[in-house]
C-alpha cells in the first residue's frame, strides 16, 4: 500500500528520502507520472492539489496537508467524503513563524522603518526612544498553534499581548476576545495587529475597512495567514490616508504578487514570497510518518480538521 504525495512547490525527493528513513517499507509514489495502480494509494500528502484528482483513490485513508493550513484541500469541492483531512502541526514549523512576527513586531516597535526612510533621505537623526514594549499592544486574530506559540513569545519579551479566536482562550497573560462581539473591542486598542486565522467562509476578507478602521491611528498589520483574509484595496486606502503606519504581508490573493501590483513599491508595505514558515520536511516528516503508525495501527491520526468549521 502506498503513499501519494502532489505539490508543484514542494521537493518530492527530499520527501521521500525523510519519509523512507523513518517508515523503510513505505511505498512513496508521485503524482501525476507515478502514481501506480490506484486502488494501492492509502495516503495522500499533498499542497494545493489539482480539483477532483484526490476522488481517484477509493482505498484513501487519509489526506495530510503539506502545511498547517487545510484551506487549499477543503475549497476542493470533489474533495473524498470521510476521509480525514489532516493539519500539518510540526515544532519547526511553528518556531519558524514565532521568528518571523517577532522580527516584524520588533521592526515597528524600534522605529526600523522610519529609519529606513532616513536612511533613503540620506538623514542622520535619532528618533525619539520607543515606549517600553509593556505599552505596546500586539494583538493576535487566530490564538491556535502558531498564534499561540506567537502570543507566549510577545509576552516573553515584554508586549502587551491580545487574542481573538472563535472560542475563548486561556492563555496566561493574553486577554482573550471571541467572536463577532469581541472582534471591534478587541481591536480598538492595538498597536500591531497579526493576522494568524486559517482561511474559511467565515474569515475570508476579515481584514476590510470596517476593521481597518477600529484600529487605533498608526497601526502596523502582519498578514502571514492567507491572502484571502485581507482586502487589498482597503489596505491601501488606509495606508495612503495615513491611518495604517505600514504593513507586512507574506501571502497574498494571487500568488505569485502580479508584478504590477502596488503592493512592490509601496514605501510602508514589506513584500515576502509566502515563507514566513516553510514546511521542513526533515522536521514535518516525524509528524507525517507518526500519523502513518497510527493509522496503520487502527488508530485515528491527530490534528484532524474539522470539516464543518473548515479548520
Ligand atoms: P489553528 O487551527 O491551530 O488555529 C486557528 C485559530 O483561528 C484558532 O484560535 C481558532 O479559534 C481561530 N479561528 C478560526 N476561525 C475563526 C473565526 N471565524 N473567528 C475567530 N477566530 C477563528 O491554526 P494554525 O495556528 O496552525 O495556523 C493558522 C494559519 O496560519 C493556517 O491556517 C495558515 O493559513 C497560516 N499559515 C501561514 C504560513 C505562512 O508561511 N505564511 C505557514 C503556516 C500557516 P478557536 O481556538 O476558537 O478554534
Ligand atoms: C501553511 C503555509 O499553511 O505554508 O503551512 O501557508
Known sequence: MALLFSSKGDDP?????????RLPDLDFRVWPDDVGDPLEIEYALAWRPKPGALRAYPNLKAIFSLGAGVDHLFRDADLPAGVPV??????????????YVVHWVLHY???FQAYAELQRRGEWRALPVPDPPERKR???MGLGVLGGDVARALLGLGFTVAGWSRTPKQIDGVESFAGDAGL???LSRLHNLVCLLPLTPETEGIINRRTLSALPAGAFVINVARGGHLVEEDLLAALDAGHLAGATLDVFRTEPLPEDHPFWHHPRVVVTPHVASQTDPRSAADEVAANIRRLRAGEPPINIADPAQGY
Do not use: C, Y
Not at 13 to 21: E, G, H, N, P, T
Not at 86 to 99: H, Q, Y
Open 109 to 111: 516597535h524600534r522605529s
Open 86 to 99: 489532516v493539519r500539518l502541526v510540526d515544532k519547526a514549523l511553528t518556531r519558524n513563524m514565532t521568528e
Open 138 to 140: 500586539v494583538g493576535i
Open 13 to 21: 525527493a527530499r520527501w521521500r528520502a525523510q519519509l523512507k528513513a
Open 184 to 186: 471591534v473591542p478587541f
